[in-house]
């Protein structure tokens, strides 16, 4: 798509397909703007190296909509290209931050967004405001974003629960997992399963109750992300099952 061959072979046809409204009196023009939009292309394609086909079927798809907002977009880039985490996220999720931009660079440019990820050197920077997705008056908010969606973007669990509960997966767990949900304060999330299921439950569980008690993976690999998308901090209950022979 954005070979200068083939945006030169745009021009020309678009040329033609105006022809009887002067079309190929404005090839010249067309052509100089197909020049000036490979440039900028192929300047950010050796910028960064995390391009590929998903980005550029984004752009394809909002060609338009890209020119409009791209002196920003460099901008954004290069704020924090020294910032590896929120840039994979960016390309990651391109098409969302391109219909979306003047939220995410609003947050992404915002001192919180520095203070909480970028000079902590957070591993999974959230897209999107926490604090402003746990508001429901907002436009775009935790209840209209897919957990799906919110998992690829590192969106920090909505944050109406109150306690964290690291899940052991032994029997007293078990019981204790059944306790929360006869008193309709469970996740509905088993902790044994894999840590992105674990979220996905939660973050639905979250959005549609208030009493909740968010439960927390008890044997996941290091670095694991979702440890990292629990946005409230307070002591984790950690249950602990002994068993006695006899």
């Known amino acids: 798509y954005f070979h200068l061959s083939y945006m030169l072979g745009e021009a020309l046809i678009k040329a033609d397909q105006d022809k ?44 338009q909509l890209f020119f409009k907002e791209l002196p920003r977009i460099k901008n954004l880039l290069n704020i924090h290209k020294d910032y590896k985490p929120i840039i994979e996220n960016i390309f990651h999720n391109f098409d969302y931050v391109t219909k979306n931009f003047n939220l995410i660079e609003e947050w992404l440019l915002s001192n919180d967004f520095n203070e909480k990820y970028k000079k902590e050197n957070h591993p999974y920077p959230s897209l999107l405001d926490p604090k402003k997705l746990n508001d429901e008056k907002e436009k775009i908010n935790y209840t209209n974003i897919p957990a799906e969606l919110a998992w690829e973007m590192n969106l920090p669990l909505p944050d109406n629960y109150e306690m964290m509960w690291l899940w052991v997966a032994c029997s007293g767990t078990v019981a204790m997992y059944t306790f929360f949900s006869f008193m309709q304060i469970g996740s509905q999330a088993f902790g044994c399963d894999m840590e992105e299921k674990v979220y996905k439950d939660s973050y639905n569980y979250l959005i549609e109750n208030n009493i909740n008690v968010s439960i927390v993976p008890g044997v996941v690999m290091n670095n694991s992300k979702i440890y990292y998308l629990f946005q409230k901090k307070f002591l984790c209950c950690i249950f602990v099952e002994i068993q006695y022979q006899y």
């Open 20 to 63: 009887f409204i002067g079309g190929y009196f404005n090839l010249n023009k067309y052509i100089k703007k197909a020049k000036k939009e490979f440039k900028l292309f192929q300047d950010i394609f050796k910028e960064f190296d995390q391009i590929n086909s998903n980005i550029i079927k984004a752009i394809v798809n909002n060609k």
